[in-house]
C-alpha cells in the first residue's frame, strides 16, 4: 500500500480529562474512532518479519489484521484475532502492550510502536457494535471437558474448546462469570458489560457457564471425571493475598488489594446503593507497584481520597505495573513514592490505621531475576499520617484444588506443576494454567496457557 | 438459584431456613459454611451450616438479625429463591477419636455447635454441653442439644431460665469436678469464646473455637477474613473456621469485626425505615 503513514508517534487516545475521570468510574480511554484507526493502522509497514506476533502469547497475525483496518475492512480484522483470541476486547484494553507486541514494533525502534493495542480494541469494539448476527454453534465432536474458573483461562480454553466442537462446562465459584475480569480489574479500565459481552459470545457457542460452584468442595476433580468429562482444565487463578509480616497489619483499615477491589468491582461498592461497605478513606497507601497496585489506587482517589500514594521500593524503572496505567495514575494525581518500603503500620487508640512508617530505599546489584535489588537507608524512616492501607504485594495460588485433589502436584509456592508445551499436570488428563500455575501474572499470559491447554487436550482426545 | 423448602422463627431475632441445594447437602460436614446472597444486588454473607439432610437434599441455616444483609435475607418466605447459595466451605470440625468433649454454645453460635454435638453423640463420645442465652426469650435448640448430649446445662444471663449465669460459670464447675476432656468445643460471641478459652488454659484443656469474620468470596482469594493465630496470619475461609482457641488472637478478632460497625447501623436504619413505610 503506498498510503503509509510514517508519523512517529502513535495517534493519541481520546481519554476522559484526568481531573474528572478520577472522580468518576468511566472508562478512561473513550477508544479510536474509525477514521483515527484508519489512520493508525496505515502507520503498520506490514514487515515480512512479523515480530510483533512472535512477540504475543496467542500468537495473533497482528499485521493481518491491521491491514485490514488500514484497508477498511474492520470487520475481516475481527475475523482475524478471533481465529486466536475469545476476548479481543479485553486484551485490546489490559495486555501489557509494551512488553509484548508493541515492544517488538520495528516502528518503535525511531519513534513509537504501532498502536497494536488500540487498534485490536477498536477492531473488538467495532464488531460489537456492527454485528448482530448470532454466531454458528459448532458441530458436537462427542467429546466433554470441564473447565474450572471463568478468569481469562479458564474463558480462554473453554471458547477454544467449543470452537472445536467439544461440550464445556465451566465452573465459577464467585456468583458472576469473569475471574479477575469483573472482581479485579476495575470498571474504568475495563467495562464489565464488554466482559459480559465477550461471556456472552462464549455462550452463543455452546459453552455452559455454573456459577457458585466451588470445585474441590461441592465436587472434585474425580467427580468431574465420573461425570463424563474426559478432559479437566484448572484456571482457579490468584488465591491469597500475601501480606508484608510487619507490625500494624490487623488493624481496621488495611485491605489487600483482593479485598479492595473484589468490593469495589465485584460487589459495586462504589456505587451508593451498593450493600457493600468499603471504607471512604482520606490519606491511602498502596504498596506495591504492578497493575493491581495502579487499579487499587486509582479506585481509592475515586472514592474521594485526597492523597493517594504509590508506595514502592524499587524506582519507577522497574514498576512492574502497564506503562499506560503508571501514566494515568500519575496525571490522576496519584503521588509516587518509589524507592520506599514499609516497616510498620500504626492505629490509633480503636484499632484504625493512623499512619505508616518507611524507610527509604536504594538500587543495589542486579538480582538473580536482573532487577536491581533495593537496599535499605540507613536511618531513613519517616512517618506518613495515612487512615488505609493497601497491601498490592501479590498472591500465592487458591489452595481449594491441590488441597482436594489427590495426585495434583504442586511445588513450595503452591503453584500447580505442569509441562510447559501442553499444561497437563500431574495428573493424567488435568490441565492447568493461569495464576494457578504461574503465580499472579498476565491476563494474556493467562489466555495462553488456556489456549496451550486447549490444544493439547485435543490432540489428545482425537 | 435456591428454593427455601421451610422458613421458622426460632427467637424473635433467629430465623431457621431449610434451602434446596442438593450438592451442597451431599458433601457438607458440620463445621462447614455457606455464603448467601439473598437478592442479586445483596452482600455476600458466611452462614454456618447447622444441619443437612444428604437424601432429602436440604441444607438447613440460621441465622440472627444482626444488620442489613440478614434481614434482608430475612424477607424471604417459604417457596422463595436464594439468589446465591456456595458451599460447603472451609475446613469440616474434626471429630474423629473424640471420646469425651464439652461443647459450649453461646446464642445463635448454638445453631454451629448442634450439629457438631449431633455428630459426636452419634459416634459414642460423651458429651457434655453447655448453651447460653442471655434471656429465656432467646433460647434455641433446646431440645435437640438435650437429646444429643450426655449432660446438658442451660444458662441465661438473666436467669429466666435454666440457670442463671455464664457458660464459663459451668465449665469451671464441670472441669473443677474432675471432669477430663479431649477437647472443649466452643462456639458464640467472641468475647464468649475468649473466656472459654481462657477458663480451659488453666486446666490446659485443648478448645477449639469456630471463627466467624467478615468475608466475601469464602474461597481464599480476598483475605478479609484474616486472623492471627498463635502469631502467624491465617484465614477463616480455607485454614479454618475451626482454630485451636488457645493460639487464637481475640483481642484483633474483636477489632476488625467492628470494621463496618457504622455502615451497618445506617443500612438497619433505613432498612427499618423501608420496612415500616412499607407496614
Known amino acids: 500500500m503506498s498510503d503509509r503513514n510514517m508519523d512517529l508517534h502513535k495517534c493519541p487516545m481520546p481519554v476522559q480529562d484526568a481531573d474528572a475521570r478520577n472522580k468518576n468510574f468511566e472508562e478512561v480511554a473513550l477508544g479510536y474512532t474509525y477514521d483515527m484507526a484508519v489512520n493508525e493502522a496505515k502507520r503498520c509497514l506490514n514487515c515480512k518479519k512479523k515480530p510483533c506476533v512472535s512477540a504475543c502469547p496467542v500468537n495473533i497475525d497482528i499485521p493481518a489484521f491491521i491491514e485490514c483496518i488500514a484497508s477498511e475492512k474492520p470487520e475481516n480484522a475481527y475475523d482475524i484475532l478471533s481465529e486466536q483470541t475469545s476476548l479481543a476486547a479485553v486484551c485490546g484494553r489490559v495486555c501489557p502492550q509494551e512488553s509484548q507486541c508493541e515492544g517488538k514494533c520495528v516502528r518503535g525502534i525511531k519513534g513509537e510502536p504501532v498502536g497494536i493495542g488500540r487498534l485490536e480494541r477498536f477492531a473488538a469494539d467495532y464488531h460489537a457494535e456492527h454485528n448482530k448476527n448470532p454466531q454458528k454453534k459448532p458441530k458436537y465432536n462427542g467429546h466433554k471437558a470441564a473447565i474450572i474458573g471463568a478468569g481469562p483461562s479458564g474463558l480462554t480454553a473453554a471458547g477454544d474448546l467449543a470452537k472445536k466442537g467439544y461440550q464445556v462446562t465451566v465452573y465459577e465459584a464467585l456468583h458472576l462469570p469473569g475471574g479477575v475480569l469483573v472482581y479485579g480489574i476495575p470498571e474504568f479500565r475495563l467495562p464489565k458489560a464488554i466482559v459480559q459481552r465477550e461471556i456472552e459470545n462464549l455462550k452463543e457457542i455452546g459453552v455452559e457457564i455454573v456459577t457458585n460452584m466451588v470445585i474441590g468442595k461441592i465436587l472434585t476433580i474425580d467427580e468431574l471425571f465420573e461425570m463424563g468429562n474426559e478432559a479437566i482444565f484448572i484456571g482457579s487463578g490468584a488465591g491469597l493475598p500475601r501480606f508484608m509480616n510487619i507490625p500494624g497489619e490487623s488493624l481496621k483499615g488495611v485491605y489487600s488489594a483482593n479485598e479492595f477491589l473484589t468490593r469495589i468491582n465485584l460487589m459495586k461498592a462504589y456505587q451508593e446503593d451498593s450493600k457493600t461497605p468499603i471504607q471512604k478513606a482520606k490519606r491511602v497507601a498502596v504498596v506495591g507497584g504492578g497493575n493491581v497496585a495502579m487499579d487499587a489506587a486509582r479506585c481509592a482517589k475515586r472514592l474521594g481520597a485526597e492523597e493517594v500514594f504509590i508506595v514502592y521500593r524499587r524506582s519507577m524503572n522497574e514498576l512492574p505495573a502497564r506503562k499506560e496505567e503508571v501514566e494515568h495514575a500519575e496525571e490522576e494525581g496519584i503521588v509516587f513514592k518509589t524507592l520506599h518500603n514499609p516497616t510498620e503500620i500504626h492505629g490509633d487508640e480503636n484499632g484504625n490505621v493512623s499512619g505508616m512508617t518507611c524507610v527509604r530505599m536504594e538500587l543495589g546489584e542486579p538480582d538473580a531475576g536482573g532487577r536491581r535489588r533495593p537496599i535499605v537507608i540507613e536511618n531513613s524512616e519517616f512517618r506518613i499520617d495515612l487512615d488505609c492501607v493497601i497491601m498490592a504485594i501479590g498472591t500465592s495460588p487458591n489452595p481449594l484444588i491441590r488441597t482436594t485433589t489427590p495426585g495434583l502436584e504442586a511445588n513450595q509456592h503452591g503453584c500447580l506443576i505442569v509441562k510447559e508445551e501442553t499444561g497437563e499436570t500431574s495428573r493424567k488428563n488435568v490441565y492447568a494454567g493461569g495464576d494457578a500455575v504461574t503465580g499472579a501474572a498476565t491476563v494474556i499470559l493467562a489466555m495462553g496457557a488456556g489456549k496451550t491447554a486447549a490444544d493439547a487436550i485435543d490432540k489428545a482426545l482425537s | ?279
Do not use: W
Open chain 2, 1 to 279: 438459584m435456591f428454593r427455601i423448602i421451610s422458613k421458622e422463627l426460632l427467637n424473635p431475632t433467629v430465623s431457621k431456613m431449610v434451602v434446596d441445594a442438593p450438592l451442597i447437602a451431599k458433601k457438607a460436614e458440620p463445621g462447614q459454611f455457606i455464603i448467601v446472597r439473598s437478592r442479586n444486588d445483596s452482600e455476600r454473607i458466611p452462614l454456618t451450616i447447622s444441619d443437612f439432610d444428604r437424601e432429602a437434599g436440604t441444607v438447613t441455616i440460621i441465622y440472627q438479625l444482626v444488620g442489613g444483609s440478614t434481614m434482608e435475607l430475612d424477607t424471604l418466605k417459604k417457596g422463595d429463591e436464594l439468589c446465591d447459595f456456595v458451599g460447603p466451605l472451609g475446613k469440616p470440625s474434626h471429630t474423629e477419636g473424640l471420646k469425651k468433649v464439652a461443647v459450649i454454645g453461646g446464642g445463635v453460635g448454638c445453631a454451629i455447635a448442634y450439629p457438631i454435638t449431633k455428630k459426636l453423640h452419634e459416634q459414642g463420645c460423651e458429651v457434655h454441653s453447655v448453651v447460653g442465652f442471655r434471656n429465656r426469650e432467646l433460647v434455641i435448640l433446646e431440645k435437640e442439644f438435650e437429646k444429643a448430649s450426655d449432660r446438658f446445662f442451660m444458662m441465661t444471663d438473666d436467669g429466666s431460665y435454666g440457670e442463671k449465669g455464664l457458660v464459663t460459670d459451668a465449665l469451671e464447675r464441670l472441669l473443677t469436678e474432675g471432669n477430663t476432656y479431649d477437647e472443649v468445643i466452643a462456639i458464640g460471641p467472641l468475647i464468649m469464646m475468649k473466656f472459654v478459652c481462657l477458663t480451659t488454659k488453666k486446666y490446659n484443656v485443648k478448645t477449639i473455637v469456630s471463627m466467624n469474620p467478615i468475608m466475601i468470596d469464602g474461597t481464599g482469594m480476598c483475605g478479609g477474613c484474616r486472623l492471627t493465630v498463635g502469631g502467624e496470619t491465617k484465614f477463616a475461609c480455607v485454614d479454618g473456621p475451626d482454630f485451636d482457641g488457645h493460639q487464637v488472637d481475640f483481642d484483633e478478632a474483636m477489632s476488625r469485626g467492628q470494621m463496618y460497625l457504622d455502615f451497618e447501623k445506617h443500612t438497619r436504619e433505613a432498612l427499618c425505615r423501608l420496612q415500616k413505610e412499607e407496614c
